[in-house]
Every structure is written in C-alpha cells, then in structure tokens.
Nanobody, 125 residues
Framework: VQLVESGGDSVQVGGSLTLSCAASGPDYTSRYCMAWFREAPGKEREGVAAMDARGRGTYLADSVKGRFTISRDNDGSTVYLQMNTLKPEDTAVYYC???????????????????WGQGTQVTVS
C-alpha cells in the first residue's frame, strides 16, 4: 500500500489549507489508525494529529489544538487535515502515516507508524 499526500501550498499567515491523504494498493486503509506528522527545517519530525479507524478517537498536538482538525471520508480510505489560522511555525513538510492497528494506541508516537507517504510542503508566510 502507498500513501499519497496532496494539498500542500504556500499560504499567508492566518490562512487555511486542507491536506488529503489517499491510499493506493490492495490494503484497506479504512481499517487502521491514520495520522499526520510534520517536519520543519532543522527540527525533528513531530506528530500533529491522529484518528482511529472508526473515527471515534482523535489525538491532536497541543500546538495545533483549536486550529487543526483531522477527519476521514465515509469509507475511511482518505484522511484529511484541515488547518486554520496558520502560523509561520506551521511551515513544514507534512506526512501521512499509518499504524497496523485499528486504534491509535500509541497516539502520536512516531515509532508506532509503519507506512509513510512522501510528504507535501506547507509554507506559511
């Protein structure tokens, strides 16, 4: 299975952007916990948001609470990250990732995610 992110762009401070992550391949992404991570220049990759397979459990990093929302489409195969009130510190490459479990038991701990997309660039200025 491959994860493909899209929606990255350059936006102004205070703007909004929605990222999408679609799975290709024979596996069923809808069965698994999905998350978004980001990596800013010179910084370690950090978890941003995660949602379990059924969409009942979500995790958000403190830095994005109240501004970002993670969601899935009806069949669970596409995951979105709605980003509002963007700040320059949100500038990063955003990655979609998948656990091999239905529930996000490990929250936003990077080691728990075994499948990763190639990333999409978000620039806020």
């Amino acid at each position: 299975v491959q994860l493909v992110e899209s929606g990255g762009d350059s936006v102004q401070v205070g703007g909004s952007l929605t990222l999408s992550c679609a799975a290709s391949g024979p596996d069923y992404t809808s069965r698994y916990c999905m998350a978004w991570f980001r990596e800013a220049p010179g910084k370690e990759r950090e978890g941003v948001a995660a949602m379990d397979a059924r969409g009942r459990g979500t995790y958000l990093a403190d830095s994005v609470k109240g501004r970002f929302t993670i969601s899935r489409d009806n069949d669970g195969s596409t995951v979105y990250l709605q980003m509002n009130t963007l700040k320059p510190e949100d500038t990063a490459v955003y990655y979609c990732a998948r656990q091999n479990w239905e529930y996000c038991n490990s929250g936003l701990r990077e080691y728990a995610y075994t499948i990763w997309g190639q990333g999409t660039q978000v620039t806020v200025s």
